[in-house]
């Protein structure tokens, strides 16, 4: 028996689809933050492996919350290591193109130094480095994470310009990747036995401006309503990478991502422009 936590989210909605058979406690069952318990409520359910897809995902928010979003995305991911650990089993546990700087033009592979600039970032490193630990941890770091179930950085751009023009970011560049194309991909890892750090994104790079102008046209809408700014107009609390592209030295990429965007927006009776609340694009 598999267990996923954090099988509400994008990640672990596109891994149920594919493992129906999991286990999936809700947030109330399996509480990240209960770190007193987590260990010991792991091993109790007995599973054959460890998904681990919930985490502290307020980039902004963390500034001021660092100790909260580390003991999510840090502590709590090391209860689960020692919990997969003691019972003998596969961990795989989900990191960020946050972790890395940024700051050159080089594409970032499990073997670049991470250098976190934000307290997002440094709360994942944490995790990863306690994950680590453990010979049977894979540890997936991914980007720009696309869905058609929830909520994401497509469906808050349409949305907001179907009312009007919008400014995005084009000074930062990353790899968009589409969830069910991840769930794909981790999985086949696990079954090849992989462990240690995977890069797993889609290609082509691109920016949030790019990106933005192809959901519209994919969509209908005239792109020309998205206009670029920059990173600094914006002003946002937390520092983001101006250049964290996830490339890997253990496999291929994953497929374009504006195959799996083109199929989605482009699917009869499916509204891009969407009843979702704003998110963080990140």
């Known amino acids: 028996m598999t267990l996923i936590i954090g099988g509400s989210g994008q990640v672990g909605t596109a891994l149920r689809r594919l493992l129906p058979e999991a286990v999936c406690p809700s947030h109330d069952e399996l509480d990240l933050r209960d770190l007193g318990r987590l260990r010991?409520?792991?091993i109790a359910l007995a599973p054959s492996a460890v998904i681990n897809c919930a985490a502290y995902t307020a980039v902004d928010r963390a500034e001021d919350d660092e100790e909260a979003a580390t003991?999510?995305?840090g502590t709590a991911v090391g209860e689960?290591?020692?919990a997969a650990a003691h019972l003998g089993i596969p961990l795989v546990t989900y990191s960020t193109d946050y972790v890395f700087a940024g700051e050159g033009d080089e594409v970032c592979t499990e073997s670049t130094r991470p250098d976190p600039r934000n307290a997002y970032g440094r709360s994942k490193l944490v995790g990863e480095q306690l994950a680590m630990e453990y010979a049977g941890a894979l540890?997936?770091?991914t980007s720009w994470l696309l869905s058609t179930t929830h909520p994401n950085f497509v469906t808050t751009i349409l949305g907001k310009v179907a009312t009007g023009p919008l400014a995005v970011v084009d000074d930062q560049w990353g790899r968009p990747t589409m969830v069910?194309?991840?769930?794909?991909a981790t999985l086949d890892a696990v079954r090849a036995g992989m462990t240690g750090l995977l890069h797993l994104a889609g290609e082509p790079t691109t920016t949030w401006f790019g990106l933005a102008r192809e959901s519209?046209?994919?969509s209908g809408i005239d792109p020309q309503l998205v206009t670029a700014c920059s990173t600094a107009e914006l002003a946002r609390p937390a520092q983001?990478?101006?250049h964290a592209v996830l490339g890997s030295e253990r496999r291929p990429p994953l497929p374009d991502w504006r195959i799996g965007l083109e199929r989605w927006l482009t699917t009869a009776g499916r509204s891009p422009h969407g009843d979702h609340p704003a998110v963080d694009q990140d």
């Open 71 to 73: 003991a999510v995305n």
């Open 240 to 242: 983001r990478p101006r």
């Open 139 to 141: 540890v997936v770091r």
């Open 80 to 82: 689960l290591t020692a």
């Open 40 to 42: 010991r409520r792991v």
């Open 216 to 218: 519209c046209r994919l």
């Open 180 to 184: 069910d194309d991840l769930a794909d």
